[in-house]
C-alpha cells in the first residue's frame, strides 16, 4: 500500500505535488480547506501544505491536528512577516531595513528610521503584489488600519531579483538548486531564467543564508528564499515555506523537479543532487486565456492550471528549455506574438536580454 500524504489547499501548487507524486507510488491527496466533509486521516498518513497560512475550517482543523504535519509549527511563523524577520535578524541574515507598525507610530518616524522611500506589508497575506502601501511623499500618512497589521520596509535600489529554492530531508541534509534570476511586473513574477554563470559566484553565499534558515528551524522539505541582489551582496525579500513559483522551471529543466523533492524530503526518501538538463526560461500565463499554438512552440512545455481566467491571475506558465540558446530565443519570439501585448512585451525582451547575458 503506498504512502498517503494529504496536501492542504487544492490549488494548482497541489495538483502539481500530486502529478509528481505518481512516479514515486506516493498517493498524494491535495483538499480543498473548503470541503463540507472533513478527510478521515489515518495514524500513518503524513501532511503537507502549499500554503503558508489558512482559515479555521472542518479541513484545517483536521489536517493541523494530524501528528504528522510535517513543519505544521513553522507555516504561521514564516507566514507573518513581523516574525519571519525577526527570524532572519535572530540569524544574523541580511535583510532589508525593517520596523514594525504599530503604536501609532508615524510615517516620519519611519521615514526617519528608514529613508524617503518606506513599503508597508500586511503581516499576512498580500502575495503577488497586494497588501502593500507606499509612503512615498511627505503628505502621506499611516493608513489607521494597518497599525498593529504590518512591517514597514526600507525601498532597496536592487540591481536584480534572484531567488533559491532548496530542500531539506529529515536527515539534516541540504540540497540547492542554481540560483533564479527573477522579473516582477506589478508584484507578480512574469518570467525567470535558470540557471546564469554570471549568478554562480552568490550561489555558496544564497546557499549559507537559506541552509542556516533550514537547519534552525529543523525544517524538512522544499522552502524558496526570494532576494534582492544589491552588487555582491544578498539581501532577503522574503521566504516561501512550500515550493515556489520562481521554481516552475524545474519540472522541465532538472532531473528532479521542486515537487518531487518536497515529496521525497516528506518521505523520507533520499534527496540526490539534481542534474540541470538545459537552459530555462518560465514564462507565467497571467490572466490571459489559453491558446492551443503554444502546445505547438519548439522547446515548449505548457502548464495550464484550470482555472478560472481573471485579470493579474496565473493561470499557467509555459517552461521554456535547450541547450541550444538560438532554439529557445526563437521559441521566445514566437510566444510573444501569442500573449497579450501589456507586461509580454517587457517580459519578452527581458528574457532575451537575460538569456544575453549568460
Same mark, same amino acid.
Given at each position: ?15 502539481? #505535488? ?24 489515518? #495514524? ?18 483536521? #489536517? ?51 529613508? @524617503? ?17 507606499? #509612503?512615498?511623499?511627505?503628505?502621506? @500618512? ?36 542554481? $540560483? ?8 507578480? $513574477? ?11 559566484? $552568490? ?56 515537487? @518531487? ?73 514566437? $510566444? ?23
Amino acid at each position: 500500500m503506498s504512502q498517503r500524504i494529504w496536501v492542504l489547499g487544492a490549488g494548482q501548487l497541489g495538483a502539481m #505535488l500530486k502529478h509528481a507524486g505518481m512516479p514515486l507510488a506516493l498517493d498524494v491527496c491535495p483538499v480543498d480547506i473548503n470541503e463540507g466533509r472533513a478527510p478521515s486521516l489515518a #495514524l500513518n498518513d503524513l501532511v503537507t501544505a502549499e500554503r503558508e497560512q489558512w482559515p479555521e475550517t472542518l479541513v484545517t482543523h483536521a #489536517l493541523a491536528q494530524h501528528p504528522r504535519f510535517i513543519n505544521q509549527a513553522i507555516f504561521g511563523r514564516l507566514a507573518d512577516r513581523k516574525t519571519q524577520k525577526e527570524l532572519i535578524d535572530s540569524l544574523g541574515i541580511a535583510t532589508a531595513p525593517w520596523r514594525n507598525v504599530a503604536n501609532d507610530i508615524t510615517a516620519n518616524e519611519l521615514r526617519d528610521q528608514l529613508g @524617503e522611500r518606506v513599503l508597508l506589508k500586511r503581516r499576512t497575506g498580500g502575495y503577488d503584489g497586494r497588501g502593500q502601501h507606499w #509612503l512615498r511623499t511627505d503628505g502621506d @500618512e499611516v493608513p489607521d488600519d494597518w497599525q498593529g497589521e504590518a512591517i514597514a520596509e526600507q525601498a532597496i535600489n536592487f540591481d536584480e531579483e534572484v531567488s533559491l529554492v532548496g530542500v531539506r530531508n529529515h536527515q539534516g541534509e541540504c540540497v540547492f538548486y542554481p $540560483l533564479t534570476l527573477n522579473l516582477h511586473l506589478s508584484g507578480i $513574477l512574469y518570467a525567470s531564467i535558470a540557471p546564469l554563470a554570471r549568478l554562480q559566484p $552568490l550561489q555558496a553565499q544564497a546557499e549559507e543564508m537559506l541552509g542556516k534558515i533550514l537547519n534552525a528551524l529543523d525544517y524538512v522539505g522544499v522552502m524558496a528564499m526570494e532576494t534582492f541582489r544589491v552588487g555582491d551582496q544578498l539581501l532577503i525579500n522574503e521566504l516561501a515555506p512550500r515550493v515556489h513559483n520562481s521554481g516552475h522551471w524545474t519540472q522541465a529543466g532538472a532531473s528532479i523537479s521542486q515537487f @518531487e523533492y518536497h515529496l521525497r524530503a516528506v518521505a523520507g526518501m533520499a534527496t540526490p543532487v539534481p542534474q540541470v538538463v538545459g537552459q530555462n526560461v518560465m514564462i507565467n500565463l497571467i490572466g490571459t486565456d489559453y491558446n492551443p499554438v503554444w502546445r505547438d512552440l519548439p522547446c515548449a512545455r505548457t502548464y495550464w492550471y484550470g482555472k478560472e481566467v481573471r485579470a493579474g491571475r496565473k493561470v499557467g506558465h509555459i517552461n521554456i528549455v535547450s541547450n541550444n540558446i538560438t532554439e529557445i530565443r526563437e521559441t521566445l519570439v514566437l $510566444l510573444g506574438d501569442l500573449l497579450p501585448e501589456h507586461h509580454y512585451r517587457e517580459a519578452i525582451d527581458w528574457s532575451l536580454n537575460g538569456l544575453a547575458t549568460l
